[in-house]
């Protein structure tokens, strides 16, 4: 409640003295003078009575209130106590059961009648929540007159509260002395706590660590299930954070606290909330709550309190939990002893069944108790069940658990399915009508087990959902572990004796089968037996043959409904497959492995089975019969899909008879097989031109012949066949054998026996080997022996070989050898006619070109020698400098010109070696080149014969290709002279290059070079264009080789290009080549840098040519160096041995001793002595000689000469040591 402040009118707490908006003084100041005369009156007439009146006096009552007899409040006077109502008149005229709560206003009423008709005292206590404040009141209420009386109310909150928590805890202590179950006392807990201490709502919760939920045990002021208490995950109330921190967590208003208002604590209307752990040993088991709806302000000493009780609960519910689980688990095992009694009493599955579910449920009379069989199919059948008389039974009744997938996982899994309400519970969904059939609306399916297989389940049903004990479930799962060990017994007690039954019966016919060599009675006697023992419902079989790979069906048994054995599908018989064929039976023949079908497979026969008709839940079992590793035959049956595990433990079983049958089956086909093969060889062996024989050999010690440890048994198959192959004279006592070994070659006797030890000893399984022999006539023949071999043990071999005759082919090879060698010879002198046929080519070209070059190498000579000439016979021209100079210039440029001719021609014919890789080469440098090479023919030899002749280019922007540059320039000089000599009047040659992005072949590469060759000539016939790359076809009769265009072929080939000529006679002709492109830019070499500086060196020169020592001698000294000149490597040896060398410059071609065996001396004597080679054949040496530093080729330039001294001493000095000089 309020007051209002008379200044401002502004509403305040009862609590407050003063305005909280505008200050001033409320309660007392607010008083009317009327009302403090009455409360004059009243305090005075009070000091009058004769009660203890007073004593209130001194304490200072809070309020005082006038009644009447009817109990109508009259007047309200506060004192200077602790004012409690801001608005006292609004009760003025109003009777108490109109203002206060009922049984509070009833109280008063009561006491204001009775100190009315007693003239007394009377006095009671009570509780009020004011404001969030639950606070305790004394009221006393005086007659001041015979109508009327006055109530002196007094606070008491403080002196009352210590003795509120001290009786809250006697009457928690009672509930426990009064009555040791634990759940009436916790149901009463709660009221017991609301009522102490004024909070309208009030629980005691219990922990449920496996479900992670709080369980409402007791509780007033929230709504209550009739059946189940109240269960809340612990995420979802305040109570789970309190279980999870063990702190209490007390709060005057949970909505100032986000994380406290739970959407159920707002459904109730909390507001002010208190909860406490309930700890037994540091483990909490639960908690006590207190609520109200409306804002309390917890006084401090409450939660302590409250501890008390939490803690005291704790200790208490603990000590009874251990109390229940010893009962229970006695229980338990009396149960479990009374069942283990009825399965050592050796009484069949179906009666352990009955007898376990009977004795449950005695043990838990309100819960139907039920046992039910799982086939591998997942179907479940109810075998018996036992239930109260408010639940039907289900004994009978069927599912198919494959609908309810996670239920029958959990079962698979070994794990107990519990479901507190099928109607809630989605793994229940699919099987939900069977559970309404029965009445069930909470259950516990505990699985039973046998060899990992779910083959029953033990479940508890309960009519009403419900919250499954710990004791229920472990009872449950412990009995259903005793029902597997006794079901596992009796089953594995009755296979036992079905096993040797079966046993007995495949020993039976075992012995039959391996008597005999007959095949189909093998056959016939395994099928009928194995179906009529009941083994299988039908069967059959199918024999490999493994010469023609194929298996075919032989037998079709089926047993009837009266248990006889008929014949099954005829349909089959005969049915044959590929060992390679797709077909199930064919893929068991072919790997020797079961196959077990489950439904269509596509490797079923559909001529045979009818895909849309076959049944889903078929099995069939297609088993190999082995011998080793070898299937002799294929066994086929079929079963529902719940027998499965039967027929495979079935087929397990007659393991050892398929084993006996594959042992029977093969001596029978050896049997049959070496009795036709014996038949077969003697017709064989009667009619084939050849001898066979067969031996044992063994290793023993040496004895006779001397050194030879092998003896053979030798015998021969037919001596009558090996006469016909070979006639011998066989003397009387002998054998047709002994008359083979002498008629032996002695000489051929010691290699055939070590070609036979040597097999044997290197574990060879085969050996061959010719031989000569002569025969009855005296004749000379070829045998050839081809010998078999099989170990048969350490140092034993069984030996079979065949002699064939092969003296006419030997007289055969003997003849193609000499013809071989005949040709060979031809060969050789072809291959010698050719490269002589070559070598005329290339110098047929030279000499179109010799002319020419004669031509300008006169022309480069003439100013040499005119020049020259006038310098030595006009002496004064020597002075005239200008004049001297200009003549030198000429000369030393004619000779250059001279030297480029010379290094033109020599390119020409110098020869790419074996081991030059191709170089990136500019074509259209090439194509320059050879212009300039033919010059002399289509130019100078033309015009001196009045034709003109041109040459154009149309050179396109093309990469560099990958090829050897002589051989290029060879190729294409050879198709500008051809291009020359078809046009012996003049023309006109267009040489084209240009890159093709297409594909001419399938191994081109994209893009390629294109040159093309275009002249004006005479053409050729379709038949010359076909033939004219062809060795010596020519059509310049005797001027020509015919080598030509085929030596062009060549280098294309050799460069990966190709060529395509079109022509037509008077047309001219084309040819156009295509190289593949170089992908790689060509490395250029570094520019030349600034002349290397080497200093003053002492050079050895050694040259047979007067002049040409001179002239380097002279270009030395102009360099400043020293100088030895000598014409002989014999002088050269000597002076390196007198006086230091630098530098040894050496020609290479000179007499006695040449520049290579020069350096090689030098280097062994003086081994960092650096060596330069002058020579002539400088451009024609494919390699630098060993010793060699460097080769400057001649004529020498002084550049050159320069160059090569600096690389070479360089090149030294930058090794590490010292350089001998």
Request: hydrophobic fraction near 40%; aromatic fraction near 6%; charged fraction near 25%.
């Amino acid at each position: 409640m309020a007051m209002d402040c008379a200044s401002c009118g502004a509403r305040n707490p009862t609590s407050a003295h003063m305005c909280a908006d505008c200050g001033a003084p409320l309660a007392f100041e607010t008083l009317s003078p009327e009302n403090i005369a009455i409360r004059e009156q009243a305090q005075q007439r009070v000091s009058e009575s004769e009660d203890t009146s007073h004593a209130l006096l001194q304490a200072i009552p809070d309020l005082i209130f006038r009644f009447d007899a009817d109990g109508t409040f009259l007047d309200c006077v506060p004192t200077p106590g602790i004012p409690l109502l801001a608005h006292p008149d609004e009760f003025l005229g109003r009777r108490v059961d109109e203002v206060l709560a009922e049984d509070h206003a009833a109280r008063a009423l009561e006491h204001i009648r009775q100190a009315l008709a007693l003239g007394t005292t009377c006095a009671h206590e009570y509780a009020l929540w004011l404001d969030d404040t639950r606070r305790h009141f004394e009221a006393r209420y005086s007659p001041i007159s015979d109508t009327e009386v006055i109530a002196l109310v007094r606070e008491t909150t403080d002196q009352n509260w210590q003795t509120v928590e001290r009786d809250a805890l006697n009457a928690i202590s009672s509930l426990f002395l009064d009555s040791q179950d634990i759940a009436p006392v916790c149901e009463r807990v709660p009221g017991i706590l609301s009522d102490k201490f004024g909070y309208p709502i009030a629980a005691v919760e219990l922990y449920d660590r496996e479900t992670d939920h709080m369980v409402f045990v007791g509780s007033v002021g929230l709504p209550t299930p009739e059946d189940e208490p109240i269960r809340i995950p612990c995420d979802q109330t305040i109570s789970g954070t309190v279980v999870k921190s063990s702190e209490p967590v007390v709060s005057a208003d949970i909505e100032q606290r986000p994380d406290y208002a739970i959407p159920a604590l707002r459904a109730l209307g909390v507001r002010g909330f208190v909860c406490v752990p309930m700890r037994n040993g540091g483990r909490v088991i639960g908690t006590v709550v207190l609520a109200h709806t409306r804002i309390c302000r917890v006084p401090p000493s409450l939660p302590d309190t409250l501890q008390l009780v939490a803690d005291f609960l704790a200790r208490v519910i603990d000590h009874a939990w251990a109390q229940v689980g010893v009962q229970q688990r006695q229980t338990r095992l009396r149960l479990l002893n009374d069942i283990a009694i009825g399965i050592t009493s050796r009484m069949s599955i179906e009666e352990i069944v009955e007898s376990a579910i009977r004795q449950i449920h005695e043990g838990f009379p309100t819960l139907r108790v039920a046992y039910s069989t799982v086939d591998p199919q997942g179907r479940l059948s109810v075998l018996t069940s036992s239930q109260p008389e408010d639940m039907p039974t289900i004994a009978g009744m069927s599912a198919d658990l494959t609908t309810a997938p996670e239920y029958l996982d959990g079962l698979r899994r070994e794990k107990p399915i519990i479901v507190e309400d099928v109607s809630t519970d989605a793994r229940m969904e699919p099987l939900r009508d069977a559970m309404t059939a029965g009445a069930t609306a909470a259950l516990v399916d505990v699985p039973v087990h046998h060899s990992d297989e779910v083959i029953g389940v033990l479940c508890f049903d309960s009519p009403r959902p419900k919250q499954w004990s710990e004791h229920e479930i472990t009872t449950l799962s412990e009995a259903a572990a005793y029902l597997a060990i006794a079901i596992s017994g009796a089953r594995s007690e009755r296979e036992l004796s079905e096993h040797r039954n079966r046993l007995g019966t495949f020993d039976e016919v075992s012995k039959v089968i391996l008597s005999t060599l007959d095949i189909d009675a093998i056959l016939d006697i395994l099928g009928r037996e194995i179906v009529e023992a009941g083994d299988f419902r039908s069967l059959m079989i199918a024999t490999v043959d493994h010469q023609t790979d194929a298996v075919t069906v032989v037998r079709s048994l089926a047993r009837g409904p009266d248990g006889c054995v008929d014949k099954g599908a005829q349909t089959v018989l005969g049915t044959r497959y590929d060992l390679a064929d797709p077909n199930i039976t064919a893929v068991v023949a072919r790997t020797g492995e079961m196959a077990v079908l489950t439904g269509w497979d596509d490797r079923f026969d559909v001529g045979l089975t009818d895909q849309d008709s076959y049944p889903p839940q078929k099995v069939a079992y297609f088993i190999p019969v082995k011998r080793r590793d070898r299937v002799l035959a294929v066994l086929a049956t079929a079963s529902d899909e719940h027998e499965k595990q039967s027929v495979l433990n079935r087929i397990e079983a007659m393991s050892s008879l398929v084993a006996q049958t594959a042992v029977a089956l093969d001596h029978a086909r050896l049997f049959h097989r070496t009795r036709t093969a014996r038949e077969e060889l003697h017709a064989v062996v009667s009619c084939a031109r050849c001898l066979l024989w067969h031996a044992t050999v063994e290793r023993r010690e040496p004895d006779f012949p001397p050194g030879r440890y092998l003896h053979w048994d030798l015998q021969s198959f037919n001596e009558d066949a090996a006469q016909q192959f070979l006639p011998l004279d066989v003397e009387p006592g002998s054998s047709y054998l002994q008359a083979w070994y002498e008629a032996k070659l002695p000489e051929d006797d010691g290699p055939m026996y070590e070609t036979a030890r040597n097999a044997l000893m290197g574990g060879e399984s085969r050996y061959r080997q010719e031989f000569r022999c002569r025969d009855r006539h005296g004749a000379l023949r070829w045998l050839e022996e081809d010998v078999f071999v099989e170990k048969l043990a350490t140092d034993r071999w069984r030996l079979v070989g065949v002699c064939t005759d092969i003296t006419d082919r030997k007289a055969s090879e003997q003849e193609l050898r000499r013809a071989n060698e005949r040709l060979e010879e031809a060969v050789d002198k072809l291959r010698q006619t050719q490269e002589q046929a070559l070598q005329n080519e290339r110098l047929r070209a030279l000499g179109h070109m010799a002319s020419g070059i004669a031509h300008e190498f006169n022309n480069a000579l003439t100013p040499v020698l005119g020049f020259s000439e006038l310098l030595l016979t006009q002496p004064d021209d020597l002075a005239d400098t200008a004049v001297a100079r200009e003549y030198l210039e000429m000369i030393h440029t004619t000779a250059e010109d001279a030297r480029h001719i010379v290094r033109r021609l020599r390119d020409f014919y110098r020869a790419r070696g074996d081991d030059e890789a191709h170089s990136h080469l500019d074509l259209h440098q090439i194509i320059a080149e050879a212009i300039s090479l033919t010059q002399p023919k289509w130019k100078d030899e033309a015009q001196a014969l009045g034709a003109a002749i041109e040459i154009h280019t149309d050179l396109g922007d093309t990469p560099h290709v990958l090829g050897e540059a002589s051989e290029l320039r060879e190729m294409l000089t050879n198709l500008i002279l051809n291009a020359c000599d078809a046009m012996p009047t003049g023309g006109a040659i267009t040489i084209h290059t240009y890159v093709d992005a297409e594909k001419e072949t399938d191994t081109e590469e994209v893009p390629v070079v294109c040159l093309s060759i275009q002249d004006t000539g005479v053409g050729m016939s379709e038949e010359v264009r076909r033939r004219c790359l062809e060795p010596f076809f020519t059509t310049k009769s005797a001027h020509g080789t015919g080598l030509g265009l085929a030596m062009v072929y060549g280098i294309l080939r050799r460069h990966d290009a190709t060529i395509h000529i079109e022509s037509a006679e008077g047309e001219g002709a084309t040819v156009t080549l295509r190289f593949p492109t170089s992908r790689e830019e060509l490395t250029r070499p570094d520019e030349q840098g600034p002349g290397v500086h080497v200093g003053r060196l002492r050079v050895l020169v050694v040259d047979d040519e007067p002049v040409v020592r001179r002239l380097i001698d002279a270009y030395l000294r102009s360099d400043g160096h020293d100088v030895v000149s000598v014409s002989s490597g014999k002088d050269a040896i000597e002076v390196c041995g007198r006086q230091p060398i630098d530098l040894v410059m050496t020609d290479r071609a000179m007499p006695e001793m040449s520049g290579d065996r020069l350096a090689d001396i030098v280097r062994r004597r003086f081994p960092g002595m650096p060596i330069i080679m002058v020579t002539g054949f400088g451009a024609l040496m494919h390699h630098r000689p060993e010793n060699v530093d460097a080769i400057v080729a001649k004529p020498v330039t002084r550049a050159e000469l320069q160059a090569a001294i600096a690389e070479v001493t360089v090149a030294r000095r930058d090794e590490p040591g010292p350089v001998d000089g």
